[in-house]
């Protein structure tokens, strides 16, 4: 698999030099194809090569069943049932192959990009209050407690991360593209950052309390899932905005517009940075 993962990576570099020389040949166009072709790959490797061997899938999994219990209406469950499936589908063998079909990653497009708006956050403090009475075998009062510091946990991450926006396809722009790769390792680190800083602090705090550990440990899983899949929703959505863009000037033929021109090489660059962050996940001892 990371033979693989690093030859797609290779020919996705390979795309952007074809993208470069095309741009400084006047094939602005042309330029714009390759540019695509490489955030396919690109994606297709973050999805399939690191989400996987991170075992994320069904930490994604866990989340929509927490959504699940408490959806509002049998729409919501039915949707959120299909989504399940899809992002449990990441966790096959044979997930390459559902990953390169352009409905798929359009579903679970779907999924990440809920996760990754901040007014869904806000949700998941209802569902960890709910989350209350499901243990049996402690009292109400010694889980009440662990569960507030775990809570507080929770409120101090979300309220520290400022999400930025990102705009729907319809509102598509060059400046789009850069705001999104800008923000991939922005959002990532910046949510991982303050959710683990504070893990750390709540776990010393309460040291040689079991309880109050096992709850923040169990309120950090829940969040870091959040983290990882705003790492990967700008990618699948930089994937969307390139596809439709392309679709859309490709008949009738047309001149690009002038801010697509002009952002090309600062995109190329921008795509190659998130290229190798990408083959640095490939490749590291913790992947």
């Known amino acids: 698999m990371l033979e693989s993962a690093e030859t797609w990576l290779r020919y996705a570099e390979e795309d952007l030099k074809a993208a470069e020389l095309l741009f400084k040949s006047g094939f602005h166009r042309h330029a714009l194809f390759w540019v695509e072709q490489a955030s396919e790959k690109i994606l297709k490797v973050f999805i399939v090569d690191v989400l ?22 049998d ?26 079909k352009e409905k798929h990653i359009e579903r679970v497009m779907l999924f990440f990009d809920m996760l990754s708006k901040a007014p869904m956050l806000p949700p998941m403090k209802e569902i960890l209050r709910g989350l209350s009475d499901i243990p049996k075998k402690i009292s109400k009062e010694r889980y009440r407690r662990a569960f507030r510091e775990a809570e507080k946990l ?32 922005e959002r990532e680190d910046r949510v991982r950052e303050v959710i683990l800083n504070a893990a750390r602090k709540e776990l010393e705090r309460h040291k040689g309390d ?58 190329i660059c921008l795509l190659r940075k998130n290229l190798e962050r990408v083959m640095r996940l490939v490749q590291s001892s913790n992947y």
């Open 210 to 267: 079991e309880l109050a550990e096992e709850a923040v440990k169990d309120v950090c899983y829940l969040y870091t899932s959040f983290s990882d899949s705003l790492a990967v929703a700008p990618y699948l959505t930089l994937h969307t905005y390139l596809c439709q863009f392309f679709e859309a000037t490709r008949y009738p033929e047309g001149e690009i517009p002038r801010d697509v021109v002009e952002s090309l090489p600062q995109i």
């Open 52 to 73: 996987r061997a991170k075992d994320l899938a069904p930490k994604f999994a866990d989340v929509i069943s927490y959504y699940m219990m408490y959806a509002v209406s």
């Open 154 to 185: 929770v409120g101090e991450a979300v309220s520290s991360v400022q999400v930025p926006p990102i705009p729907s396809c319809r509102e598509f722009n060059a400046s789009c593209i850069v705001q999104i790769l800008h923000s991939i390792e």
């Open 75 to 100: 729409e919501d469950r039915k949707e959120l049932e299909r989504l399940y499936k899809e992002v449990t589908r990441l966790s096959d063998p044979k997930s390459y192959q559902h990953i390169c």
